[in-house]
Every structure is written in structure tokens, then in C-alpha cells.
């Protein structure tokens, strides 16, 4: 049995396994240059670059995996759902997912703390150019190709919670290792939150655009955007681990309740009136 007949057997296996071994395998060799949790401190610059080429690794795979099993053929119906963006009203969708991560400073300003408005409105550059980038790391795999394939065999509650998983909880938990590693329980935590739990909850509400947008990846992919900016412009500065811990629980908390929300109010809602 060849490449094609047992990616054309198991799709999703053959994508999950591709993207794993490529960015995995790339990142693996930041444990050459670095230790976990050093990645955002005192990195060397080549660090950067495996981070880069690793990250390339769902977008990679999806285009590979769509060509194996599809053809050219699949390729174009890939890049088809790229150019819809005749969305009408969904585009206002993209505010979504900034403006819940924006109430975390707002609460944290509420609460007493201080709020540096300084820096994030320099980091809006910075930070929009960072979306763009991730979205194009990612979204021809997790939105361009596994999600398509899992509604096929799940219900869209069933394949957004195993994407929401796969992205997060596999993909994003070995990333964010190196970034928040080395702290023992704390980094568990901190790992566990702004992989599968985050994420999971921003797949939902990814998923409920991308149901009444006929697949529109072009718009899947300025969501992604959407949090990779946010997070960087909206993100705080925490003076110990106590904290840094309730602020991010409580950030991700507001990004499963707006997700809970959509799911089960405004999503079902236009389901009963379409």
C-alpha cells in the first residue's frame, strides 16, 4: 500500500501525523539552544527560526495531505474557499475574540492594577503583523483541511472539541512548553489553560463563523489572526506566578463563557430561523 492509497484511507491520521512530526521534529532542536521556558527571556536568535519552521507545520501538512488524497483538484477547492470572502455581515465576527481578550485588562485596570495602555497600543503593529503570520502557519491545516474532515464524521459539537484538542491540547501544549516550561505545576497549569482550554473555546467560536460562511478559510484564517494579535496586545505583565495564574484562569474563563454563549444561544438561534 502506498503514500496515497492509506492517506486517501485515513485523512485524519495522515494530517495529524505529518504535522506532528514536522513541527515537533523541527522544535525538538530548541533544546539545543535553550531550556523550557526560556524562550521569551534570553533565547538565542536562531531559536526564532525553528519556532518559525515548526509552526509551518499544520498549513504544510494540510497542503500536502489535501494533494495526496485529493490531487490538484483538492488543491483548488482548498484555495476556492480561500477567496470567498463575499461574507457580507460576518466580517464584524473578527471583533469577537479581541474584544473578549481586551475585558482582562479591563478588569485587571477595575480591579486596581496597573494597565500599561502605553504599551499596547505600540504593540498593535507588532502584534497585527504576528496574526497574520500564525493564521498562515496554521489555518490551511486545522480550518483548510482537519476541520472539513471531522464534520464529515462528527457532529459539529464532537469535531470542534477534537480539533479544539488536537490544535491546543497536542500541537500548541509541546509549543508553549518552551515558552512557559520549567516551573514545575505552574507551568501545567499555565499550559493546560492556553492550550487545550483556550483554544478549544476559540475553536468554537471559529467553528459557529465558519458554518454560516460556507467554509470561508479566508475569514478562519483573520480569526486565527485575530488571536494571535490580541494576545499580544492585550497581554499583561504579572509580578508572581499567583497571579499570573488567577489573571490567565480568568481570562480564559471570559473566552469559554463567550464561547458557551455562541454555542448554545446566537448559533442555535440562527439554526431555528435559517
Do not use: C
Request: hydrophobic content about 55%; proline content about 4%; aromatic content about 14%.
Amino acid at each position: 500500500m502506498n503514500l496515497k492509497t492509506w492517506a486517501s484511507r485515513h485523512p485524519i491520521l495522515t494530517y495529524i501525523i505529518l504535522t506532528m512530526v514536522w513541527s515537533f521534529g523541527i522544535w525538538s532542536f530548541l533544546f539545543l539552544y535553550i531550556k523550557p521556558g526560556e524562550l521569551m527571556k534570553s533565547a538565542p536568535p536562531i531559536s526564532f527560526l525553528f519556532v518559525v519552521l515548526g509552526g509551518f507545520g499544520p498549513s504544510l501538512s494540510g497542503l500536502f495531505t489535501t494533494w495526496l488524497v485529493y490531487g490538484r483538484e483538492g488543491l483548488q477547492a482548498l484555495w476556492d474557499r480561500v477567496r470567498i470572502g463575499r461574507v457580507g455581515s460576518w466580517w464584524l465576527a473578527l471583533l469577537v475574540i479581541p474584544a473578549v481578550t481586551a475585558l482582562t485588562p479591563l478588569l485587571r485596570w477595575l480591579a486596581g492594577y496597573p494597565v500599561d495602555t502605553e504599551a499596547m497600543v505600540n504593540l498593535l503593529g507588532p502584534g497585527i503583523a504576528l496574526g497574520l503570520v500564525a493564521g498562515l502557519m496554521e489555518e490551511f491545516g486545522w480550518r483548510g483541511f482537519l476541520l472539513p474532515h471531522l464534520l464529515k464524521r462528527y457532529s459539529p459539537t464532537v469535531a470542534t472539541l477534537l480539533l479544539g484538542l488536537i490544535w491546543g491540547g497536542l500541537w500548541h501544549g509541546y509549543a508553549d512548553y518552551f515558552a512557559l516550561g520549567g516551573r514545575g505545576f505552574d507551568s501545567l497549569v499555565l499550559i493546560t489553560l492556553l492550550g487545550p482550554v483556550l483554544l478549544t473555546a476559540w475553536s468554537f467560536i471559529i467553528t459557529w463563523v465558519y458554518e454560516r460562511t460556507q467554509g470561508s478559510l479566508l475569514l478562519a484564517y483573520f480569526m486565527h489572526a485575530s488571536i494571535s494579535s490580541s494576545a499580544l496586545i492585550f497581554g499583561q505583565t504579572y509580578s508572581t506566578a499567583a497571579e499570573e495564574i488567577t489573571w490567565t484562569a480568568i481570562s480564559t474563563g471570559l473566552a469559554i463563557l463567550a464561547a458557551v454563549f455562541i454555542w448554545l444561544f446566537i448559533r442555535r438561534s440562527g439554526s431555528q430561523t435559517s
